[in-house]
Structures are given as C-alpha cells and as structure tokens.
C-alpha cells in the first residue's frame, strides 16, 4: 500500500507504473546485447520520443509533454531501475543537460532544428565540457571558436573528453572560447552537427557504464554558422553554472534509486541463501548492516525530495544541489559496496547484476562534479558567504 506523499499524486503513481512497465519490458530484457555492444540503439531513444518521456521538463510548444518536475523525478527514478548505468546516464544527458540551454536560451531556429528532434528521439545530444587539460575548472578550456572575417561562421579546434553520447550522437551543446583573454567572460555556448567535416571521434573504454558510449572529440577548423550560438556570446560560463544544478539534482535522484535497486536485489539474495541451516539474512551482523543501509538510502532519499521541491519553487539551489550530489554519490558508493559483500563470492561474478552496479557505482562520485569538487562549492556558500543569482532571466 503507498504511503501519502507530500510530493507525488496519484497521476505520478500512475505514471510511474507505465515507466517501470516499459523499464521491464523494453529496456531489461536487452540488458547483455547493450552492455556487449557497449551501445544503445537509436530506435530505444525513437520509442521514449513516442512515450513522451523525452519531453518531460519542455513545453508542447516544441514538442515537450509540458508535466510538472515531479514527472520528471518519477522516470529518474525508474530510469534507475534498469540496472544499468550507461543507459541511465545517456538518456539523462540527452534529456537534461545536453538540450536544457538550447531550450533556456536558444533561438527558435536552434529550437526547431536540435530541441523538436531530440524530444522526439529522432537526434541524439551530448554536452561537451571537459577537455583533457581541462575539467572541474571550466574557465580554462581551449577550445576556441573564432569568427571568420565575414562573421557569419565560428571556425572551431580543440579537443573534448569523456563525452557521454558523444560517439554516436548527432549533435553536440559544445562549450568554447570566443574571447580567450577573457577567462569565464569569455565562454560561449554552441551547437554543433557531430558528422561535420573536422571532426573526429574516438570511443573510451571504460570500467563501467558499458552500454553507454563516451568519446573524446577533436576539432580541426570546423565550421559552424554564428546563428548556432546559444543564447549570448560569451555568456556559456554562467549559463553552465545554473544549469548545473539540474544535472546535479538529476544525478542524486538516480543514485539514491540506484542505491535501493541494490539494496532490493540484496534483500532477495538474503531470503534465498542458507548458511548454517538457516537464511543468511537471519544473522544479527548482516540484518544489522542492512538497516544502516536502508536508513541512509531514505535520508538521502528525502534530502533529495526535498531539494528538488525547492527547485520547483524556483529558488537558487546551488548549495542543496551540490550537497545532494556530494551526499547520494558517495552513499551509493558505500552502498553497492556493503550490498555486493553479501553476494559473497558471487558478488564477484558478472552473471550478477550487483557486480555491474558496484562499476557503475563508482563514478559517481567523480562524473558531474567531483566530490571534491563538491565540497569546496558548499563550503564557499556556507564558510565564505557566497551567493548566487539566477542568470538566465
């Protein structure tokens, strides 16, 4: 029986039934092929464009669904469930981060040609920030892209890395220097087709989040018409610096409902396996464990919803966001750690669905914003008095 939520309706209940449906059915099931492949499907991105749940947080202006954030949260957590990382990952970055400034700031133009698709699942985007010499401090990418003499193009070299869709994806929010002596005043923001003449794409092999694909992307003088630009020149820093928040609150609501994916395969593996005459989840030492686990999964859990109430109230949630994705991250970590023990030898094994999650877990303490990282944004606002403001109105 469901408990009453401050937070979700009924229709969100609803919602969700359908989302862990199409988790299960379509989605799971391809779970080997995936991971094997180390790729997803175009046609899995076309069917969540025809479900509606690429268009969540956007207006049916441009194609969206135009539901409440909490809808949002809903298929974040769901999204979790499929156990794994990558898909999880490669369809938030499309969802949330790599098109959220196209629809914040972007022209209609841009709207049309990169948003309408992308929520229809027919494109799929990445976001390119870091660059191999260059990742927590934005402010110092080299990536540039200058006018050309008549001014109606950027021509655009440099190199970006661990771009998650960025082997196969069709476009890319690229972020680059337009007015390099400027510093964070001179970043910019812009979209660029990822079949174009100059670039080059190679795939990452990493320890976990195999069904995604992750690149790192060079460019050799790429041409790029100036209407592509997002928003206002050299204004990229400060759109980046609000939008991030969204990408970190989205990252600790998959964590936390990672967290108890983990905990609920554990819990089976406990009613299942004997030891000494008896199931495995009767030992004091073990059932002990297990209710530290599931208390820190439901206080991140609700530190959770609760920041994300306060972004559908429109407040300036920098430091709640970073503490979520500090808090989340790190718990899913000790987690899927404490969870695989239990599996004992079999924890160990790759037909084990907690093997891949304790891989999958364990970037999450570094993708999107390290800990450290974390940790040195919280305490400028609560150890220096930082503020901050929005910037796209």
């Known amino acids: 029986m469901n408990r009453p939520s401050l937070y979700f309706t009924d229709e969100h209940e609803l919602f969700r039934q359908s989302v862990r449906q199409f988790i299960q059915k379509e989605v799971v099931p391809h779970t080997e092929e995936w991971e ?183 460019f050799d003088d790429v041409r790029v018409p100036v209407e592509n630009l997002i928003g206002q020149e050299n204004m990229g820093f400060y759109y980046l610096m609000e939008s991030l928040q969204l990408e970190r609150l989205v990252a600790a609501v998959m964590a936390v409902s990672g967290a108890q994916l983990a905990l609920d395969w554990t819990l089976q593996y406990l009613n299942e396996r004997e030891a000494f005459g008896k199931k495995i989840g009767k030992f004091q030492a073990i059932r002990h464990k297990i209710a530290d686990v599931a208390t820190e999964i439901e206080m991140a859990r609700q530190f959770v919803y609760h920041t994300c109430w306060l972004f559908t109230q429109g407040e300036v949630v920098v430091k709640e966001c970073s503490m979520a994705k500090l808090a989340t991250s790190e718990m899913q970590k000790r987690v899927v750690d404490t969870c695989l023990q239990f599996f004992g030898g079999y924890g160990y094994i790759e037909d084990y669905p907690i093997a891949r999650a304790y891989r999958d877990a364990r970037v999450g303490t570094i993708a999107g914003g390290s800990s450290e990282i974390m940790r040195e944004i919280i305490a400028k606002i609560v150890v220096d008095a930082v503020a901050y403001k929005p910037v796209y109105e």
């Open 36 to 218: 094997a492949n180390r790729r997803i499907p175009v046609s899995i991105f076309q069917r969540m464009g025809e479900l509606g749940y690429l268009g969540l947080p956007f207006p049916e202006a441009v194609g969206g669904t135009g539901a409440d954030f909490w809808y949002s949260v809903v298929f974040l957590e769901e999204l979790a469930r499929c156990g794994m990382g990558g898909f999880t990952t490669a369809v938030s970055v499309h969802e949330y981060m790599a098109v959220n400034h196209i629809f914040k700031t972007g022209s209609n133009l841009l709207k049309e040609k990169y948003l309408r698709p992308a929520i229809a699942g027919e494109k799929v985007a990445a976001l390119a920030i870091t660059e191999p010499d260059a990742g927590s401090d934005v402010s110092a990418i080299r990536t540039t892209a200058l006018r050309t003499d008549t001014g109606d193009e950027f021509i655009i070299n440099g190199a970006k890395t661990f771009i998650s869709n960025g082997t196969y994806g069709d476009f890319v929010t690229l972020v680059v220097k337009t007015k390099a002596e400027a510093g964070m005043n001179g970043i910019s923001l812009v979209v660029v087709d990822l079949d174009s003449p100059g670039i080059t794409r190679t795939k990452l092999n990493k320890i976990g989040w195999h069904s995604s694909d992750t690149a790192e992307i060079r």
